[in-house]
């Protein structure tokens, strides 16, 4: 079983950015499609994006879509997610998490097996 510690929360102003790290350790996380998902206070946890494990596709939701781009890179064993023109709605914990039993894209959290603990993501307004 992979091991996933995500970094790079912080609290950012509106209209600033920041880079999510995912960095991967027990096994290559080039098994696994990756994800980021994210969970604001009393609401449920979303997919935010994913990304195949060859790096060439890759999912956003509507709420992200154009502002953020998820990337890896296998030789590190690290996945990334750059988020920019943040919103004060991004606030959340921020999850990275990897799905080892397909080769496509899925969005359902019930398909990701294995989880890093969250990073934390304020935006101030």
């Known amino acids: 079983q992979v091991q996933l510690v995500e970094s790079g929360g912080a609290l950012v102003q509106a209209g600033g950015s920041l880079r999510l790290s995912c960095a991967a350790s027990?096994?290559?996380?080039?098994?696994?499609?990756a994800g980021w998902f994210r969970q604001a206070p009393g609401k449920e946890r979303r997919i935010v994006a994913a990304?195949?494990?060859?790096?060439?596709?890759?999912y956003y939701s509507d709420s992200v879509k154009g502002r953020f781009t998820i990337s890896r890179d296998n030789a590190k064993n690290t996945v990334y997610l750059q988020m920019n023109s943040l919103k004060p709605e991004d606030t959340a914990v921020y999850y990275c998490?990897?799905?080892?039993?397909?080769?496509?894209?899925?969005?359902?959290?019930?398909?990701?097996?294995?989880w890093g603990q969250g990073t934390q993501v304020t935006v101030s307004s």
């Open positions: 027990g096994r290559p996380f080039s098994d696994y499609v």
């Open positions: 998490a990897g799905d080892s039993g397909a080769t496509w894209l899925r969005v359902s959290e019930y398909a990701y097996d294995a």
């Open positions: 990304i195949n494990w060859s790096g060439t596709q890759m």
